[in-house]
């Protein structure tokens, strides 16, 4: 969750302006300076323009009138936004869906965290008692079918390996087949993610998506896209490349333990109207929160 809130960083900067706002008086220049906080951070162009006018319209009926207003003005603005459009944060995990696993595919792009969220998630499910299996689909880079077996023995998860640069779409159906044959509940599918920009990555992420569609309809049940939570708007570019790409059904933010900047997860859910499903806290296996608009509103502003 964000280091620093929002109330910090606005008390900061522009104590002085937030002062004018709150007696009623709104200068142009003050509400530029909530502007410029908002976009800083992260929360994106869109939500940040509706914030300030939202305050602003309150301001000037009076309703904005102490520090409780108009912190409370901004926090639910933020939390009408997560609620928006398609923001259910719960998994859907069909059991016995024609006697096949659930199947979640994980994508992202290098470093977003795929790896490590797909050992946390696998952490999860086996805590509520769900048999987990997790398949190796990030063939392309030495060490990262090393990596997630790692991940998939201290989670008490089956694993599917592959051997290096196997065509990606042939490990999820082998992991789904190995699940079903195994009676597992769920099926966790890693991805590769070189250069989110490359077509051959694109093209790749569309053959896993459609195989897997094709032999076991309905599935995946999850395809859920990872994003690096300290990389700012980029995160938005990235989430609006895959999602243009496959149907991304959820998002999971990650490293927000390392940033102040938790207003990206707004920025995100807006850019392509996906729900928020889990936030990432830490390197750990415990470190996955799901989903909570109300308290993550709660945590960004502060209060
Ligand atoms: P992938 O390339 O998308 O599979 O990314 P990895 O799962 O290998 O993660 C890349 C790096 O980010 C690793 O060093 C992880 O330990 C780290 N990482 C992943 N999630 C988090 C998180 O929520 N917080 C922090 N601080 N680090 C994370
Ligand atoms: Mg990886």
Same mark, same amino acid.
């Given at each position: 969750m964000p280091r620093r809130s929002l109330w910090d960083r606005i008390k900061d900067v522009a104590l002085a302006d937030v002062t004018v706002l709150l007696r009623g008086g709104v200068r142009p220049g003050s509400l530029e300076r909530l502007e410029e906080i908002l976009l800083d951070a992260d929360l994106g162009v869109a939500t940040t323009l509706r914030l300030v006018a939202d305050v602003e319209r309150l301001a000037q009926r009076g309703t904005v009138s102490t520090e409780a207003d108009f912190l409370g003005a901004i926090r639910a603005g933020i939390e009408a936004t997560l609620r928006s459009?398609?923001?259910?944060?719960?998994?859907?995990l069909p059991t016995a869906s024609g006697g096949r696993p659930a199947v979640v595919v994980v994508l992202g792009v290098n470093g977003a965290g795929k790896t490590t969220f797909i050992g946390k998630l696998a952490t999860r499910l086996r805590e509520d008692g769900k048999r987990v299996l997790v398949g190796a @689909? =990030?063939?392309?880079?030495?060490g990262a079918v090393d990596q997630l077996r790692v991940w998939a023995e201290r989670a008490g998860a089956d694993f599917v390996g592959a051997a290096a640069g196997r065509d990606p779409a042939a490990v999820a159906v082998d992991a789904i087949e190995a699940g079903t044959a195994r009676g597992v509940d769920v099926v966790l599918i890693d991805t590769a993610g070189r250069l989110h920009t490359s077509t051959s990555l694109v093209d790749e992420l569309k053959k896993i998506v459609r195989v897997v569609a094709k032999r076991?309809?309905?599935?995946?049940d999850e395809t859920l896209l990872v994003l690096d939570g300290t990389i700012g708007q980029n995160a938005v570019a990235q989430a609006r490349v895959f999602a243009a790409a496959v149907p991304v059904t959820g998002l999971v933010v990650t490293?927000?333990?390392?940033?102040?900047?938790?207003?990206i997860v707004v920025a995100v859910h807006e850019a392509?109207?996906?729900?928020?499903?889990f936030v990432g806290?830490?390197?750990?296996? @415990? =470190?996955l929160l799901p989903f909570d608009a109300t308290a993550f509103a709660r945590e960004v502003v502060g209060a």
């Open positions: 459009g398609r923001s259910d944060a719960a998994l859907h @689909g =990030d063939t392309f880079r030495a076991w309809p309905g599935a995946p490293k927000l333990d390392g940033t102040a900047k938790g207003g392509i109207d996906a729900p928020v499903k806290v830490g390197e750990g296996a @415990g =470190d």
